[in-house]
């Protein structure tokens, strides 16, 4: 499957009231113990390309130095799951 880059900015829609913290607990005691490993794992647990947009945004505010990494995966995986952004 070939991804699209789009150009310009991309309003995303986040998902209110989503406890993220709870969903990194998965893989960590918290977002700051979270590995690179687990970032795959907490992601796949958004359901909806919003979701997972969440919790990317999240995963980026609190942990910078896993952004491109968390970003590449996000991407993966709403590819994978044939996820469209509404």
Do not use: C, F, W
Request: hydrophobic residues 40%; charged residues 35%.
């Amino acid at each position: 499957m070939r991804l699209k880059i789009l150009d310009g900015p991309v309003k995303i829609s986040y998902v209110k009231g989503m406890n993220v913290e709870s969903i990194v607990k998965i893989a960590a005691d918290n977002v700051k113990q979270l590995r690179r490993v687990d970032v795959e794992r907490v992601l796949n647990e958004g359901r909806t390309y919003q979701e997972i947009e969440t919790i990317r945004a999240y995963l980026n505010e609190h942990r910078p130095d896993l952004q491109g990494y968390t970003d590449e995966m996000s991407l993966e995986l709403i590819a994978e799951k044939g996820l469209a952004r509404l």
